[in-house]
C-alpha cells in the first residue's frame, strides 16, 4: 500500500517568506509526527498528533513554527519568516495506533533551503 | 528515556555479518531498545525492537546483554544496499500519554564495502 508522502520534496526560500510543508500519512494511521532533520545529525522531535488533536508541541523551536491536522489525517507543518537556521529536512512520520509499541512509518521528507 | 553510546562508524564486506553495538548503560526495567536505520535521502525505516530477549525477524536481529546495558544488531549477511545510518534508541514500551516521539542520537554511518 501506500506510505507516507509528503511535498514538495525540495523547497528553497528567501529569508523571510512563510513556507507550508505538507504530510499524507498511511490512512487509517492515528498518529502523526513531525521531525527536524538538521545535516549529519539525527531526527529532532518536533510535535506530535493524536488524530485531529496537538497533543506536544514541546519540540518546535520558535512561535514561527505552527503545525495542524484539521480533519485527522493530512497535517501541514508551516514555518513563517524564514531564516537560515530553518534549512533542514523536515520529516514526517505516522503510526497506527496510540503508544510506543507501534512503529513509525516515516516518509521520504521535505528539504528546506533558505537563502 | 535513556541514552545510547554508538561508534560514529563502521565498514563491512558484503556478504558478512555486520554488528552493529550500542552502549544503554542507564537503561531502566521498563526501557526497550529499537533500532532504525536510515539510507540517503530516506526516511527513518524500523528494524527492530526488544526488552531483553533477543529477538530476529526479516531483516535481522537484535542481541541483548543479560543486564541490559548493551545491545548488538545483527545484519546476518549484508547487502550494498545495507549502507545507512543506524540508530539505537531506548524507550518506555507504554506511552504515559502525549508524545511517542523518537529520540535519535547521531547512530552509525555503516558502510556496506563491495
Known amino acids: 500500500g501506500a506510505g507516507v508522502s509528503q511535498s514538495p520534496r525540495y523547497k528553497v526560500a528567501k529569508r523571510g517568506q512563510d513556507v507550508a510543508l505538507r504530510c499524507d500519512p498511511i490512512s487509517g494511521h492515528v498518529s502523526l509526527f513531525w521531525y527536524q532533520q538538521a545535516l549529519g545529525q539525527g531526527p529532532e522531535f518536533l510535535t506530535y498528533?493524536?488524530?485531529?488533536?496537538?497533543?506536544?508541541k514541546s519540540g518546535l523551536p520558535s512561535d514561527r513554527f505552527f503545525a495542524e491536522r484539521p480533519e485527522g489525517s493530512v497535517s501541514t507543518l508551516k514555518i513563517q519568516r524564514t531564516q537560515q537556521e530553518d534549512s533542514a529536512v523536515y520529516l514526517c512520520a505516522s503510526s497506527l495506533a496510540v503508544g510506543r509499541y507501534y512503529e513509525q512509518y516515516f516518509g521520504p521528507g521535505t528539504r528546506l533551503t533558505v537563502t | 528515556d535513556a541514552k545510547t553510546t554508538q561508534p560514529p562508524s563502521m565498514d563491512c564486506a558484503e556478504g558478512r555479518a555486520a554488528n552493529l553495538p550500542c552502549n544503554h548503560s542507564t537503561i531502566s526495567g521498563n526501557e526497550y531498545v529499537y533500532w532504525y536505520r536510515q539510507i540517503h535521502s530516506q526516511g527513518p525505516q524500523y528494524i527492530i525492537h526488544g526488552l531483553k530477549n533477543n529477538e530476529t525477524n526479516e531483516m535481522a536481529s537484535l542481541i541483548i546483554t543479560e543486564d541490559r546495558k548493551s545491545s548488538t544488531l545483527i545484519l546476518p549477511h549484508a547487502t550494498l544496499r545495507d549502507t545507512a545510518v543506524y540508530y539505537c534508541i531506548v524507550r518506555v514500551g507504554h506511552s504515559g500519554g502525549g508524545a511517542d516521539g523518537l529520540t535519535f542520537g547521531k547512530g552509525t554511518h555503516l558502510i556496506i564495502q563491495p
Open positions: 498528533f493524536q488524530n485531529e488533536a496537538q497533543l506536544d
